[in-house]
């Protein structure tokens, strides 16, 4: 059974950076698909980038092209998601998970069910 265990949240002015990382264990190959989702409470959640564990493809919400990079890194069984340029509306809860689906041009999100205890970002000044 896959497990994901997210970490590098925090508080961080408008403008700056951070570094989220997933790391991954349970699977027996390299070939994961892996996505990063967020959610503010009492909204919808949104997809945000994923990375295609057979190509390497990736795939970025409209919100957050060009200013986010999602990467593996197989050695360390992790899945990082530099984020840069952080607006308050980037604040939320980021959560990891196995896939990258989209339907209509956007990062399908796993049931609520299924998300782990996540990492916490607030853009705040």
């Known amino acids: 059974q896959a497990h994901f265990v997210e970490s590098g949240g925090g508080l961080v002015q408008p403008g700056g950076s951070l570094r989220l990382s997933c790391a991954v264990s349970?699977?027996?190959?390299?070939?994961?698909?892996i996505r990063w989702f967020r959610q503010v409470p009492g909204k919808e959640p949104e997809g945000v980038a994923c990375?295609?564990?057979?190509?390497?493809?990736?795939f970025y919400g409209d919100s957050v092209k060009g200013r986010f990079v999602i990467s593996k890194d197989v050695a360390r069984a992790t899945v990082d998601l530099q984020m840069n340029d952080l607006k308050p509306e980037d604040s939320g809860n980021y959560y990891c998970?196995?896939?990258?689906?989209?339907?209509?041009?956007?990062?399908?999100?796993?049931?609520?069910?299924?998300w782990g205890r996540g990492t916490q970002v607030t853009v705040s000044s």
């Open positions: 998970a196995e896939g990258c689906v989209t339907v209509r041009g956007r990062l399908v999100v796993p049931d609520s069910g299924s």
């Open positions: 349970g699977f027996t190959h390299n070939r994961y698909s």
């Open positions: 990375i295609s564990g057979y190509d390497g493809s990736q």
